[in-house]
């Protein structure tokens, strides 16, 4: 079973930084395009960041550009976000999802495309607040 655990979430005071892993098993990580996804109270669910499956492309939304850092470690089954500077706005439950390599041309379109995406994480809680 292809199954994908996030972790590292929490309450960060604004200008904060916080990490999140997502975990890997049942499959290799080597071949899917990785993709970090947020989903705030009363809105749809928006793509975050995206990685390739040999972490040489990468996308970003606009907002978390220069903040936020997506990078995989494919021996240990690992993708990461690195977030910095958080803002109240960044507050979402924060999924990871993968998507066979070749299902998207592009990792932006995985990222603007979160409907198409069949396997994903449960979430992890980012919340940031003074």
């Known amino acids: 079973q292809l199954q994908l655990v996030e972790s590292g979430g929490g309450l960060v005071q604004p200008g904060g930084s916080l990490r999140l892993s997502c975990a890997a098993s049942g499959f290799t990580v080597d071949n899917y395009d990785i993709g970090w996804f947020r989903q705030a109270p009363g809105k749809g669910r928006e793509g975050v960041s995206c990685?390739?499956?040999?972490?040489?492309?990468?996308n970003y939304r606009d907002s978390v550009m220069g903040r936020f850092t997506i990078s995989r470690d494919n021996a240990k089954n690992t993708v990461s976000l690195e977030m910095k500077s958080l803002n109240p706005e960044d507050t979402a439950i924060y999924y990871c999802?993968?998507?066979?390599?070749?299902?998207?041309?592009?990792?932006?379109?995985?990222?603007?495309?979160?409907?198409?995406?069949?396997?994903w994480g449960q979430g992890t809680q980012v919340t940031v607040s003074s």
């Open positions: 999802a993968a998507a066979r390599r070749g299902r998207f041309a592009t990792v932006q379109a995985m990222c603007r495309m979160p409907a198409l995406i069949n396997s």
């Open positions: 990685i390739s499956v040999s972490g040489d492309d990468t």
